[in-house]
């Protein structure tokens, strides 16, 4: 499984009923020192085929994981955050093997602009281990990722959308892509005792590579794939507060594998892989 993947995907859904007509102004102002506690469910699949062969392999995870969102300070727009990771449980599920594990906890420090820009990574810690310093790929990917799907620096509508597109690689190094995000206001409405703003927000893009030498084991030649995602938001615009998220994603990649790849393998063969995962996020009350 593509734990970064995964994570990216995550941090991207961590940063319902009439309509009024009116205009709404969309920021990221939270209250300095309010506390706000989640419930995040996740499910995840990840499949492999080797075509010569005709075999599949799949992994299917799950997660019930708890974490605590704050405000610590705000200066000239730019707020600092701390989410702190407060454990779960996670399952594994591979040939009918299943495992059980107790999920990290850990702590995450960043700075984020009123439009939900992620500006800077301050700390991260996850199980006692200081991963600033190890981050910095995964920083660039997600800062650059939230320019291109934060709030609009105008007012909105019922109906409005704003758009964006992402240009690098997924994960970090791996697959170049240019990815359209786009987001649209769908109704102003109560929603768990808040008057919360219904934003979808979906993405896609292809993803692609260079072809690459194996050595004298041959050769990977040119890969493609495609990245998307579906994401809705309930979005308490007037205490800056997510209120609930759900959504899904999913990444393909198909590669033409040429050479010595080994006993009973033909020296050309397709390995495709997809990878799903569906996201679900609630405010405790």
Request: a negative charge; hydrophobic letters at 35%; glycine letters at 12%.
């Amino acid at each position: 499984m593509k734990s970064g993947w995964l994570l990216t995907v995550s941090a991207m859904i961590v940063l319902v009923v009439s309509a009024p007509a009116h205009a709404v102004v969309l920021r990221h102002v939270p209250k300095t020192g309010e506390v706000h506690h989640y419930s995040v469910a996740a499910t995840g699949v990840f499949a492999m085929k080797i075509g010569a062969l005709d075999q599949t392999s799949r992994t299917e995870t799950g997660a019930d994981l708890r974490f605590e969102h704050k405000a610590l300070s705000e200066s000239d727009g730019i707020v600092r955050l701390q989410t702190d990771l407060l454990g779960g449980d996670t399952t594994t599920r591979r040939d009918d093997q299943v495992t059980s594990a107790k999920a990290p906890t850990g702590k995450f420090v960043v700075m984020v602009d009123r439009l939900g820009h992620l500006t800077k990574v301050q700390k991260v810690v996850v199980n006692g281990n200081d991963l600033t310093g190890e981050m910095g790929p995964w920083t660039e990917l997600l800062s650059k990722w939230s320019q291109c799907c934060g709030f609009p620096d105008r007012d909105v509508k019922v109906g409005d959308t704003w758009t964006g597109t992402f240009t690098g690689s997924i994960p970090p190094g791996g697959l170049k892509t240019k990815v359209a995000i786009k987001s649209q206001l769908l109704d102003l409405a109560e929603y768990m005792g808040r008057r919360c703003a219904r934003i979808r927000t979906t993405f896609d893009g292809p993803l692609e590579s260079g072809a690459e030498s194996l050595g004298p084991f041959g050769n990977v030649e040119a890969t493609t794939g495609r990245v998307q995602g579906d994401l809705i938001w309930q979005y308490d615009w007037e205490n800056s507060v997510l209120v609930a998220g759900e959504g899904s994603g999913s990444m393909e990649e198909s590669r033409l594998l040429e050479g010595i790849l080994g006993p009973g393998m033909p020296d050309r063969t397709v390995v495709s892989t997809k990878e799903q995962v569906k996201l679900r996020i609630a405010l405790d009350q």
